[in-house]
């Protein structure tokens, strides 16, 4: 998809979606059913935030104008019968990092996990929507999922090193890809990403020492330089920093920020001034929606919807 | 009248529990609801319980104690109290045949031929002296429980730290337990090494640890110089190391690979099916396994041997190993399982966000977090082969043959112990005492083996966790 030009400013897929959505809107009929049908009380403001966030470029200026990396349509998903994520259509940019902010339980780290489809592993977890890959569907069969999380690294909210030394954990994904021709070349690998995960001088001396020794901000980092040894071309962060101190988390800041250099990051955080300080774009979730997403700048000063002028003020969540 | 005795100390007990719980309840229903200060320090159940445990533990421990006297002090008073000059004339040993043959007339039994006068007399007095010996023992142990309710009501008071104080008679009474488990353990080690040691006396302990010829039926004759017999237990060690080798080789790699399927990839119906199933394995009693082996495995080996040309015994080690190892996949398989299913989900995701297969997330983080409890498994599962008698006895045979080969019939420790224990052999006999060192060897490498393994599982996890 990167290789067309975004000569219309949309990509076909998109002006499809668009167009179906603005029907339904024009019929007077909520985005999605589900929506309307669970949330009674509030369907217009979010029908018409969908409208223009998808389809309106004079409202709203479309993610996609820059190359979008990640696309998804109608992402829903369910934990059983439990629906954890309702009809979700977000654009990702390339070489940007997105931040997706909540009140605690409203779908962020569901939502971040489908886009490496890390809850296939979830036996009662069920994913609905188009999620798709430099166009490429996700979820079809062209993409073996083992690949794509390859491609789509992941750091998880709690930090889980292997029990393994520190060395063996950040050489775990080189390993496997088989990025390394020979021992020299995995010692490099090791070195620059602790050094990139700003992990390097505490452990220099001790790469040998277990990994799950560490304290569980080092852990954390840890498990960062882990995630970019792998050389993924998406990096997907939850909530990286919410074991660290302020130190520690202005060096993962200036990571994230180097990182956006060549890598699409989707980060989650319950730091407002976190994403304000490293993301591009923020996606605002409550309640397993989308309720508004747009340039940071934009959604931190001038937000379109009142629960995310709420939320950010912190007068909820 | 041990009855009465362990019924009366359980109802001063319960009636030291109430003088203990009535008044303080009282105390505390009294004191004000907000109030800081003179409150109870402990609640009222464990001044009862204070007051309870010092009637119950010493009184019960004094008569613990009084039976466990009372037999030999009784002998004592007994012997002193026969005439002299008939005592004079009897050996040790035929004076303790003399108290069992009054013990056993004071139990109303007949002896063969008549007993003489002082024998009759005594049986009475034992008779006697033991009734009035449970009363002292009733006596002595409710006084004693009077004494502890007692001194413990005085203590009870609104300042006593009587939480304090059960806690601490909480910590005595499991490190009582915990002493017991040990004890026995100590004892039976010093019981097998002193027979051992006996056996040492006639038999070289150079000659039992290296000797090649295990033939300890040579020594039962009468006429044979005790020793001079071939007590080898090389070829006994390693028939048992052989069916242990072989019943290990079976059971690990079946065990675990079923436990890592059940773990990772079968659905969690299957998985509650399955596992009780896996586990059903252990419950069946190893005479049954034997019968298995011996009518089914053995003779299908044989049959098996014969259609490609290869001599197997009737009663080949295979045949036994190969039953045992089916008998021990559920100690392994269980063990990991466990293991398996307690490593976090976490470090699954780790890994599988790596970009790992399943395969390789099994092999490189799952297997080596679980390594622990899975060498606690072989390890049971070592012991277990080590140990097991019935299936070997039944399928492997009894001559001792110093071979490696599979399909032969070899013989193991345990079965040479149970061959030599039967029978009507003086235990001063060298076939006899040889049971005891063959169980002090086998002992001896159980325990290595468990110290070996806890070893390599601190060696481990010193690198990894
Ligand atoms: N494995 C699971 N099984 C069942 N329900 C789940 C599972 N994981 C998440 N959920 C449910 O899905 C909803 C969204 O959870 P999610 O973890 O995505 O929230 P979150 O926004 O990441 O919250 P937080 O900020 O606390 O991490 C929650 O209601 C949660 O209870
Ligand atoms: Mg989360």
Not at chain 1, 300 to 316: A, L, M, S, V, W
Not at chain 2, 168 to 193: N, P, Q, W, Y
Not at chain 2, 362 to 379: K, T
Request: charge should be negative; charged fraction near 20%; proline fraction near 5%.
């Amino acid at each position: 998809m990167s290789t067309e030009p975004n000569a219309t400013g949309m990509k076909p897929l998109e002006a499809a979606e668009a167009e179906e959505a603005m029907r339904e809107v024009l019929a007077g009929e909520g985005v999605a059913d589900a929506a309307s049908e669970l949330a009674p009380g509030v369907p217009e403001p979010e029908t018409l935030a969908e409208g223009q966030m998808e389809g309106d470029p004079a409202v709203a200026e479309p993610a996609c104008n820059q190359d979008c990396k990640i696309i998804t349509r109608h992402v829903n998903v369910f934990y059983g019968d439990k629906q954890a994520i309702f009809d979700v259509s977000l654009d990702i940019p390339d070489r940007a990092v997105m931040a997706l902010i909540g009140p605690s339980g409203c779908g962020k780290s569901t939502f971040l996990r489908c886009l490496n489809r890390m809850n296939d592993i979830i036996d009662i977890c069920r994913v609905e929507g188009d999620i798709r890959l430099e166009g490429v569907d996700i979820y079809s069969g062209e993409i073996d999922p083992v690949l794509l999380r390859a491609r789509v690294g992941m750091v998880f909210q709690k930090p889980n090193p292997f029990p393994k030394s520190i060395y063996e954990n950040v050489a775990y994904g080189p390993r496997i890809h088989g990025l390394a021709k020979d021992r020299t070349e995995l010692d490099e690998i090791v070195e620059t990403s602790l050094r990139k995960a700003a992990l390097w001088d505490e452990v220099k001396d001790r790469l040998h020492a277990p990994g799950t020794g560490l304290s569980g901000g080092q852990q954390q980092r840890l498990c960062i330089a882990r995630a970019i040894a792998t050389r993924p071309e998406v990096i997907l962060m939850d909530e990286p920093a919410s074991a660290l101190d302020p130190i520690a988390t202005a060096r993962i800041e200036e990571l994230i920020d180097e990182l956006k250099q060549n890598y699409c990051i989707v980060i989650v955080t319950h730091s407002m001034q976190q994403a304000a300080r490293v993301s591009d774009r923020t996606a605002f979730f409550h309640l397993g929606r989308l309720v508004e997403e747009g340039p940071t700048e934009q959604v931190f000063t001038n937000p379109r919807e009142k629960r995310t002028q709420d939320y950010i003020t912190g007068r909820f969540g | 009248m041990l009855t009465i005795t362990v019924l009366a100390i359980a109802v001063v007990a319960a009636a030291g529990f109430w003088l203990g719980y009535g008044p303080m309840r009282r105390m505390e229903l009294l004191q004000e609801p907000g109030a800081r200060t003179e409150r109870l320090h402990s609640r009222p159940v464990y001044h009862g319980l204070f007051i309870a445990a010092w009637v119950g533990i010493p009184s019960l421990l004094l008569v613990v104690l009084w039976l466990m006297m009372q037999g030999s002090v009784l002998d004592w008073l007994l012997l002193n109290s026969l005439p002299a000059d008939e005592l004079a004339r009897l050996s040790d040993d035929q004076k303790q045949v003399l108290l069992n043959e009054i013990r056993t007339l004071a139990q109303g039994n007949q002896l063969p031929g008549e007993p003489a006068a002082y024998v009759l007399e005594a049986a009475e007095r034992l008779n006697r002296w033991r009734i009035t010996a449970g009363w002292a023992m009733f006596v002595s142990a409710l006084s004693l429980a009077l004494a502890g309710m007692a001194l413990a009501r005085r203590r009870i008071s609104r300042f006593f730290r009587a939480r304090q104080a059960v806690e601490r008679v909480m910590d005595g009474i499991m490190l009582a337990c915990a002493g017991v488990a040990v004890f026995t353990t100590v004892g039976i080690i010093i019981s097998l090494l002193f027979e051992a040691l006996r056996f040492f006396a006639k038999v070289p302990v150079t000659e039992f640890l290296f000797g090649l010829r295990w033939e300890p039926q040579i020594a039962m004759r009468a006429d044979q110089v005790a020793g001079s017999g071939a007590f080898g237990m090389i070829p006994v060690f390693t028939g048992t190391l052989l069916i242990s080798a072989i019943a290990l080789a079976i059971s690990v790699p079946i065990g675990l690979l079923s436990a890592i399927y059940l773990v990772e990839y079968s659905s969690s119906r299957f998985r509650a099916f399955v596992k009780p199933l896996l586990e059903f394995l252990a419950g069946i009693p190893t005479v049954v396994y034997g019968f298995f082996a011996v009518l089914t495995v053995a003779p299908a080996l044989k049959a098996f041997g014969e259609a490609i040309g290869l001599p197997v015994a009737p009663n080949s080690a295979l045949a036994a190993g190969s039953v045992m190892g089916i008998m021990l996949i559920p100690f392994i398989s269980s063990l990991s399982d466990d293991a398996l299913a307690a490593v976090p989900m976490a470090l699954r995701e780790g890994s599988i966000g790596l970009g790992a297969t399943k395969a390789e997330t099994i092999r490189r983080v799952l297997v080596p977090a679980a390594l622990p409890g899975i060498m606690a498994g072989v390890l049971l599962a070592a012991s277990r082969a080590i140990g097991e008698t019935m299936i070997v006895v039944m399928a492997a045979g009894i001559i001792a043959t110093l071979t490696l080969n599979p399909f032969e019939a070899v013989t193991t420790v345990t079965v040479q112990i149970v061959s030599l224990l039967i029978g009507d052999t003086a235990f001063d006999n060298p076939k006899t005492l040889a049971a005891f060192a063959l169980g002090l060897v086998l002992f001896l490498v159980t325990l290595g083996l468990n110290v070996l393994s806890m070893h390599i599982v601190k060696k481990y996890r010193e690198q990894y966790d």
